[in-house]
Each structure stands twice: as structure tokens, then as C-alpha cells.
């Protein structure tokens, strides 16, 4: 970054201020339940995304497992809140601190491994936890899932519903934005970036690698399980079903359309994927052929916009800035 | 770097994708008021004035009833969404051919739920609250039935699901019915052969999948009511192809009679395992494999194989006088009419819960939710592919184990064995 310091701020919070605007006025707008549903479900992967954005566009590390992150988060709610009559925020907390553990203990040996060894060890770590899901039959309920699971509660007020929900859902993505546009623009975030382009480098200038590494790895991972947890109380059943390889790779779609070097790709992504989806499949003409749609689209993003939507956007912005100062001199 | 102008053009274009997206997507139909909804027709609206009317029926006329669907079309669960969608569309272009639903055109509107949870909770709530439907049958899933229960219930719209699962319909959900043979009846006609028959040991094999399990845990808790023991139990995977490993250790067992639970292909290498091994105790199988695929991977092996079966499966064996058997015929024939494929369990799921809900609507002269629930839970004697459903505020799933025909293969093809 160029700018003075003081003008990114103010530019940072522009953006952080509209996105508040915005969600509060979505459900205000959008009466409809389905669009408010669909509001929720691309918060929920917005949250998801935002891990993944962390650690692939600044730590330059992929992982193809993060659906068992968001799968440990929800489980732990629905778990924790079903059989043991636990509170659910709590519930959600624990679930936060289990699934960082577990990243860590997965991360610390895999994190080593560099490219495709990485993306290999957290595919087979998905999967595995995926089976772990369905083989727990006392615990998780195994195929069956686990149904009836209480909603969250603000002191005497139940979040129930589209509308509740959206905005629990939402308070959690802005909270974790502002918190991860503060670690990108500090020491670490400078620290990730220079991990991102060489470790080699960044090693030689006195950057702890394996530890960042690691560290961004379970911080991705805790953003993927308090999303589970919201999920889990907010459709009130979980099962295996959602926890594939299929979410994993959605995410990753979604980070990389969005763009990964840049916070907002993720929720730009999400945003932009799941109402692309939903679009499909509400058009006739294309309805049977939806996966191809789906597909035509990525293609079009990789090949002509391969820092993504926000990259695209920030270039253009940029752009349009040089103009004026051009103008101005 | 080339000119800006490119560049700029790209950066417009990004910023009006998302945009366009939104505004295609806010434009969504406002629920029909008058009599001319502000939907453009949909192809399957342009068929139907081209669906040649029956003699002596009245064109259908005036708004559509809609009637909604979720069916895994896409994702593992696609071998179950495809043929209920086949057979919603058929039913569809059929009971407008025929003069509609209350005088008015049947209007399917179909959601792919990916089987996805997540995906089918979404396609609910765009079917209750934009489309206004005023019943849903589906999803194919037990998962992505439980994961829209709670929004049925919420929006006091009903639901037919067309999932097997037990906690469906137990405990009874006021909005919430289902249509297929449950595990459960399928282990009594199971009994009633071993009761016959004199056999009290036996041992079970099934697939590790949520269908097999289910079976699994139907089998130990009735048979033991039923004192049949079971003297020991294998698991094989979805995709395994060689069984002996369990089956050697079922044999050392001696039991009276093999059950088996799966769907193709596993039942049918568990038939070839038992042969090769020389295991000659009868094979039971469930209903899971009642379809032509099953004869064809087993070949010879299958010969003698037993199971309860739905009688659309094995329609051509019903007798002519059975109440069933005009109904199996017509919807057979013309399935593999349009789709040159056999209308298998799942398309008859469709078959079934899409004409319930059909003459609930009959019934209540309503498309009103509340009230075409009312009639459903006043279905009686409903006469469908997997049985004769009669709907109670206690039941509902409508069927008795009469549901099921015992079936045994013989000469390559399968056989009444009543």
C-alpha cells in the first residue's frame, strides 16, 4: 500500500460502514423469507470464506478440508446442546476452542508439506472427518443427524426465524471482518503476505514461517466452526450431508472468485456465487444445465479476472484515482 | 500493459455483475393477484397447451394450483431425484390432459435440492413464500426431509415427503406426512416368512450407508421381539465388491436363514459371495433391491433369492383382480413410454405423493394450506403404487405391511411367492 496511512483508514472503514448500511436494510428491503434465508446461508459462507481468504490469498497455503471445521463447529453446538443441555453460545465457544485444537494438531505436520502435498492432507483430512461424523452413532446420531437442536438466545429474546437469524449471522461476519482487516494491515498480516510470495524470504528476514503458518491455519479453521455453530441453530438439524468435499471445494470457488489477496473477496464471492446458484436454478432455460452455468462462470472469472472481483474492483478504483490525480495536476 | 479502455470496461463489468445478479433476482413475481399472474409461461406451461386433451375433458382454465417439489435430482442422492422428477412431470402433463385440478391447470414446480440440507431449506422457503405453493411433496432424502420439517411446520404448509426414514412421520408432525414402505413393515412381512417357516436364527449382513443401518436396527429390535435371534451381524461398505470375508464369518454362525440389507450392487455380490462359499440357507434380501438391476448383477446366483417387495416393482405378477393393479399398469406403461426406462420405487414415490396431494385438493375444494392438510389427514383408502394408504391424526404414513408382496426369484425373473 501507497497511501498515507490516515487515508486507508478512512477508505478501510467506508467499506465496513456500508456493509453495516447494508445489513440492516437486506431484510428491511427483502421481505421475502427465501431471500432473507439466502441472505443468512451467504453470511454463513462469507464466514467460511473469510478463514479461507486468510490463508490462501496472505499465508498462500490451500486447504481442501475446511468443510470438517465447519462440520466440528456445528456438531459441537448440536452435541453439546442436545445431549447435555448445554447454552448455546457456550456450546458454540467450546466447539470454537475444540475445532482450533484439532487445526492445530492437523496443521502443525501438514503445514510442512508445501502445494499439492498440502491440498492432498487436508482433502483426506475432510474426509476422515466426514467419516467420523457418520461412524459416531451414540454421539452424532450417525446418517440420521441430529434434529431438534435449540436456537440462540440474547437474554430473554429466542433467534428464531429468517430475519433473527440474518442479523446474528451478519453481527458475526462484520465483527470478523473488522478483525481480520486489523490483522491483515498489521505486523503479522505484513508478516503473511511476505510468507505468501517466499517462504524462503520471509525466513531469511526473520519471519517465524511455521509458526504463522499454523497460526493463520487455526484461526481459518475457528472462523469455519463458529459458522457451523450458527448453522446449526439456525436450521435446528445437522447431518453428515453438508460436511463433503463438495462444501470444501464450494469455498474454495467462492475465495477464488471473489479474490484472495483482498478481505472483502470472500463475502464478495459469496455473495455472488450463491445468488448466481439460486438464479440458475430459478431460470427454466438453463435449470438442467445448472452445473455447466456454474462452471461457464468460473471459467470466465479465472481466465478474465484472475485476482478476482475485488482485485478487479480495487484495480479499477485505482485507476479511476490516477485519472483524477491526472486531471487535478 | 495495453490501452485503459479494456480495463475500464472490465472494471464497469465487475461492478454491474453482482448488480445485475441482485436486481434479476429482486425482481422476483409478486404473488398473483388477479387472474393474469405476471409470469412469463415456463416451457412446461407452453407443453401443456400442446398436451392434446382427452376426449370428453374440458381444457383446464384459469390460474394454475401449484403445487411444489424437491427432489435431489443432483448429488449422491440422484438415483432416487431423477425418476421422481420423470414421473412429477408425466403426472403433471396427464392430469392436465384430463381437465387439471379443480378445473384450473396442475402446476409442478420442481427445485433440485442438490442433496444438500442446506439447499433444501432454501428451496422450501422460495416455494412457500414466492411461488405460494400450497403442498410440497418430497424431498428424496430422510437428511434433507428432517432439515425441512421445521419450516413446514412454521409456515403451516404441508408436506408429503417421499423419504423412508422412521423419525419422519414418529413422532407425528401435524404438517408433515410420507408415502414410502417404512423399514419397519418391511421386517414384519420379513417375520411372518421366518414365523412360517419355523426359523429362529439367523444372522444379517448390511450396507454401511443410512438406509442400511436403518434396516439393521429395525431387524435387532423386532426380531428379538419376535424371539428370533440374531446371531451375528457384518457391515460391508457402499462400493465393496467381494463379500466372502463377512460371509465366512456368518457360516461359521450356522444360521437358518442370511438377511441381507443394501441396495445394488452390494446384495447382489453378497448372493454371488454365498454361492461361491456354498452357503445353501435361504437368502433374504430387502426391499431395497426390487428392480430389474438386481437380476441382472446377481444372474444366477440370484435364483431363489427372497424379499419383500412394493408391487409396482413386479406389477406384471400382480394378480388382475388385486385393487392395485390398474393403477401399477397404466403409470408403468406409460413411464416406459415417455422414458423408454421401468418406473422403479422411487418414480412411484412421486407417483404417490403427488396424487394424494391432488385429491386432498379435490377434497378440500381449496389450495388453501391449512385446509388441503386437513383433507390429507382424511385420506382413505387412497389406492397408490407402494400400497392403499389410509392417512390418521395417529398415522401418517398410511400404509400396513400389506404394502408389501413376498417375492422370489425364480427362472431369472421375479415371482409372486404368496
Keep these: ?63 481442501l478440508g475446511h468443510a470438517a471445521f465447519y462440520g466440528l463447529g456445528a456438531y459441537s453446538s448440536a452435541v453439546l446442546t442436545t445431549r447435555l443441555h448445554w447454552d448455546p453460545w457456550l456450546a458454540m465457544l467450546v466447539g470454537a476452542v475444540l475445532t482450533g485444537a484439532v487445526a492445530w494438531l492437523v496443521g502443525r505436520p501438514t503445514l510442512r508439506l508445501h502445494g499439492h502435498h498440502l491440498a492432498m492432507a487436508t482433502l483426506g483430512f475432510g474426509i476422515i472427518m466426514q467419516i467420523v461424523f457418520i461412524e459416531g452413532d451414540e454421539l452424532t446420531g450417525g446418517f440420521g443427524g441430529i434434529t431438534s437442536i435449540p436456537p440462540l438466545r440474547i437474554g430473554g429474546l429466542s433467534i428464531t426465524g429468517d430475519v433473527r437469524n440474518f442479523y446474528a449471522i451478519w453481527a458475526v461476519v462484520v465483527l470478523c471482518v473488522m478483525a481480520s482487516r486489523c490483522l491483515v494491515d498489521s505486523r503479522v498480516g505484513r508478516a503473511l503476505r511476505a510468507i505468501h510470495d517466499s517462504e524462503t524470504a520471509a525466513a531469511a528476514c526473520g519471519v517465524d514461517v511455521s509458526t504463522y503458518k499454523v497460526q493463520v491455519f487455526v484461526l481459518s479453521a ?33 475465495v477464488i472468485v471473489g479474490g484472495s489477496r483482498n478481505v472483502w473477496g ?64 | 500493459m495495453r490501452g485503459q479502455r479494456p480495463h475500464r470496461g472490465l472494471a464497469v463489468l465487475v461492478i454491474l455483475l453482482p448488480v445485475v445478479v441482485l436486481v434479476m433476482w429482486g425482481c422476483q413475481p409478486k404473488a398473483p393477484t388477479g387472474p393474469e399472474p405476471g409470469v412469463q409461461p415456463t416451457p412446461a ?29 443432483t448429488g449422491n442422492n440422484a438415483p432416487l431425484g431423477e425418476p421422481e422428477k420423470r414421473a412429477a412431470q408425466l403426472i403433471q402433463e396427464e392430469i392436465n390432459a384430463k381437465g387439471g385440478v379443480l378445473g384450473r391447470p396442475l402446476q409442478v414446480i420442481v427445485k433440485d435440492d442438490k442433496t444438500d440440507t442446506t439447499e433444501a431449506v432454501n428451496a422450501a422457503k422460495d416455494l412457500i413464500n414466492t411461488e405460494k405453493v400450497c403442498a410440497i411433496i418430497g424431498p428424496s432424502g430422510t437428511p434433507t426431509t428432517m432439515a425441512i420439517v421445521p419450516t413446514m411446520e412454521e409456515a403451516k404448509v404441508p408436506l408429503v415427503s417421499c423419504a423412508a426414514g422412521m423419525k419422519i412421520t414418529n413422532p407425528i408432525k401435524p404438517y408433515v406426512f410420507a408415502v414410502p414402505q417404512t423399514d419397519t413393515l418391511a421386517v414384519a412381512k420379513i417375520i411372518e416368512y421366518l414365523k412360517a417357516n419355523r426359523i429362529e436364527k439367523v444372522a444379517t449382513i448390511y450396507v454401511k450407508d443410512p438406509y442400511g443401518e436403518s434396516g439393521q436396527e429395525q431387524l435387532s429390535t423386532h426380531l428379538s421381539k419376535a424371539q428370533i435371534k440374531i446371531l451375528g451381524s457384518e457391515s460391508y461398505a457402499k462400493d465393496d465388491t467381494d463379500m466372502t470375508t463377512q460371509l465366512t464369518k456368518l457360516r461359521g454362525l450356522q444360521p437358518q436363514a442370511i438377511i441381507c440389507w443394501g441396495t445394488n450392487p452390494g446384495p447382489a455380490h453378497v448372493a454371488k ?33 427372497m424379499l419383500p417387495a412394493g408391487r409396482l416393482v413386479v406389477w406384471e405378477a400382480v394378480p388382475d383382480s388385486h385393487p392395485q393393479k390398474p393403477i401399477l399398469k397404466s403409470f408403468a406403461e406409460a413411464f416406459r413410454a415417455k422414458y423408454s426406462k421401468d418406473a422403479d420405487t422411487f418414480a412411484g414415490h412421486a407417483y404417490d405423493s403427488l396424487h394424494i396431494v391432488i385429491s386432498a385438493i379435490e377434497a378440500a375444494k381449496s389450495t388453501e394450506p391449512a385446509k388441503v392438510r386437513d383433507a390429507l389427514e382424511k385420506t382413505k383408502d387412497f389406492v397408490g403404487t407402494a400400497g392403499v394408504f389410509t392417512y390418521t391424526p395417529q398415522d401418517h404414513n398410511g400404509l400396513t405391511k400389506d404394502a408389501f408382496v413376498w417375492v422370489k426369484v425364480e427362472g431369472g425373473k421375479w415371482k409372486l411367492a404368496e
Design chain 2, 45 to 73: 406451461e407452453e407443453n401443456q397447451a400442446a398436451t392434446p386433451l382427452e376426449s370428453g375433458a374440458k381444457a383446464p382454465t384459469g390460474e394454475p394450483v401449484k403445487v411444489g417439489a424437491i427432489f435431489s435430482v
Design chain 2, 273 to 305: 459371495g454365498m454361492k461361491k462359499l456354498g452357503m445353501t440357507m435361504p437368502l433374504i434380501q430387502s426391499h431395497g433391491v426390487a428392480n430389474a438391476k438386481f437380476l441382472e448383477l446377481a444372474a444366477d446366483a440370484g435364483e431363489g433369492v
Design chain 1, 222 to 254: 475457528v472462523f469455519a466452526s463458529v459458522a457451523g455453530s450458527l448453522y446449526a441453530h439456525y436450521i435446528t438439524f445437522v447431518s453428515p450431508d453438508p460436511f463433503s468435499l463438495a462444501f470444501s471445494i464450494q469455498m474454495l470457488v467462492i
Design chain 1, 1 to 63: 500500500m501507497t497511501t498515507p496511512r490516515a487515508r486507508s483508514v478512512f477508505l478501510g472503514s467506508l467499506p465496513v460502514l456500508a456493509l453495516v448500511v447494508g445489513v440492516v436494510a437486506f431484510p428491511l428491503v427483502f421481505r421475502n423469507n427465501y431471500v432473507q434465508s439466502v441472505g443468512a446461508t451467504i453470511g454463513l459462507y462469507s464466514l467460511v470464506a473469510l478463514g479461507l481468504c486468510l490463508l490462501i490469498g496472505y499465508a498462500g497455503q490451500v486447504s
Design chain 1, 266 to 329: 470472500a463475502l464478495l464471492g459469496a455473495a455472488l456465487m450463491t445468488a448466481l446458484a439460486q438464479q440458475i436454478e430459478k431460470t427454466d432455460a438453463i435449470k438442467d444445465l445448472s452445473d455447466v452455468a456454474y462452471g461457464l462462470v468460473l471459467v470466465l472469472f479465472i481466465v478474465f479476472m484472475p485476482a478476482g472481483l475485488a482485485g478487479a474492483l480495487s484495480k479499477g478504483l485505482a485507476r479511476v484515482r490516477a485519472q483524477r490525480a491526472d486531471e487535478n495536476a
